[in-house]
């Protein structure tokens, strides 16, 4: 598979990529710098390749290396948030681009008419693992967000690289007025679906590609779970066993959105064991359909209302395995602070075993209102200040509730003349 490489930071790119994945510079002009510094993960690994080799090394390069990492900025606390015009990555709490100006919220004109939504994204190794194979995307422009959760398998550094690629490639299909993200506000349901669904299965491809050129990652995979937040309207595509739920604000049901694509969900759908003995089976983190296992891999599509104060968790199986969806109903409930959820759901994972990697992103839903004209626009990630959300009392033995959903029926077959 031919990639992209980086003229500012050296990363290599997928093929559809136009802005670098790692760094947020344009691959086709001069190097710039510009968010996040992009050259701590390189000083770093630099430092710890010296270290390791320090006795055959110069002791004034060493040396040179370690002022210079004790000269990097502080690193970023959070997920960054990726501009979808132009690449850059922001800080968490970021309103505007720093690299093109480009709000990342409502503008003031339309945002008493719109809900608001805030989020964070927060990926953990976990208590037993020594690396992490999830993966987690943020993204946003205008209002709009673009969220997702990959959870890689097939050991180390395959696992890992399957759900590298998957996020990337998700990047690379969004990011840019190339690839249509200044009209993302602008298209039709059916238009987004038809977004989400090709890149779902590019980035299917992006895995089995790499496969290809390295045999020794035969068997690698990776879920993926993808939102697409805008107004009052989240539209998800799914492969895995990952999951998204949504938390009614008001009432606290809690209603998973998602199908699991394993062998354990489809002996529990047939009624041929019950939930006790599919949380217990020995086989119920087998996948019969993950990115990178055949050419044409189909995502499930959903699309759900939201209301105010409603909220989304994307997580991997690593939270699912410790944390039931009344646990997560309830912890969601107790902070309008999307960060603070996230990170609430992952140290309760943590102390009952972290037996697996663990993430969780959290998307809130507000309605920004009384804003008078000239104020800079509601901020659409997340914030210091909270207005405007209630916090619903969840009882202790809170149980799933089905609310009342719609699914939109697509044409999933692939034109022929679809092109990378």
Not at 85 to 102: E, F, H, K, M
Not at 162 to 190: C, H, I, K, P, Y
Not at 288 to 309: K, M, W
Request: one cysteine or more; a negative charge.
């Amino acid at each position: 598979m031919e990639t992209r490489t980086c003229p500012n930071c050296g990363h290599e790119n997928l093929p559809r990529a136009i802005f670098c994945f790692k760094c947020g510079a344009n691959i086709d002009e001069r190097p710039v710098v510009r968010g996040i510094h992009p050259h701590r993960r390189h000083v770093e690994d630099a430092v710890q390749h010296a270290q390791e080799r320090e006795d055959s090394l110069a002791p004034e390069l060493v040396q040179h290396l370690r002022e210079a990492k004790a000269k990097l900025p502080p690193p970023i606390e959070g997920t960054p948030v990726t501009c979808l015009r132009c690449g850059t990555l922001n800080r968490p709490l970021s309103s505007y681009c720093v690299g093109c100006g480009a709000t990342l919220s409502i503008p003031d004109e339309l945002a008493e008419m719109h809900l608001v939504p805030r989020a964070s994204a927060h990926s953990d190794v976990g208590q037993v693992r020594d690396n992490n194979e999830d993966r987690v995307g943020l993204w946003a422009r205008h209002g709009v967000v673009l969220a997702m959760v990959a959870d890689g398998m097939g050991g180390a550094v395959a696992g890992e690289e399957a759900s590298r690629l998957a996020v990337e490639a998700v990047q690379a299909d969004f990011l840019g007025e190339a690839r249509g993200s200044e009209t993302l506000r602008d298209l039709s349901e059916n238009e987004i679906l038809e977004k989400l669904r090709c890149a779902v299965r590019r980035a299917n491809r992006a895995v089995l590609s790499r496969v290809q050129e390295h045999p020794e990652m035969q068997g690698m995979g990776t879920t993926i779970t993808l939102v697409f937040v805008r107004d009052n309207r989240v539209i998800v595509a799914h492969v895995g066993d990952s999951r998204a739920y949504l938390i009614d604000g008001c009432e606290g049901w809690i209603n998973q959105i998602t199908d699991d694509h394993s062998f354990v969900e489809a002996l529990l759908t047939a009624g041929h064991i019950t939930p006790e003995q599919a949380a217990v089976h020995p086989m119920r983190n087998v996948l019969y359909r993950a990115l990178g296992q055949v050419e044409d891999v189909e995502a499930d599509l959903y699309s759900r209302n939201l209301t105010e104060c409603d909220r989304l968790i994307l997580c991997s199986d690593g939270l699912t395995r410790h944390v039931s969806p009344a646990e997560i109903a309830k912890l969601a409930g107790q902070s309008d602070v999307p960060e603070d959820i996230a990170q609430s759901l992952i140290d309760l994972a943590n102390q009952r075993g972290g037996e697996d990697n663990i993430s969780a992103v959290v998307v809130l839903m507000e309605r920004s209102t009384d804003i008078e004209p000239g104020e800079p626009p509601a901020p659409v990630l997340i914030t210091d200040t909270q207005v405007g959300i209630y916090q619903a009392p969840l009882p202790d033995d809170l149980a799933q509730h089905d609310r009342p959903t719609e699914e939109l029926s697509v044409d999933l077959s692939l034109d022929d003349d679809e092109t990378e």
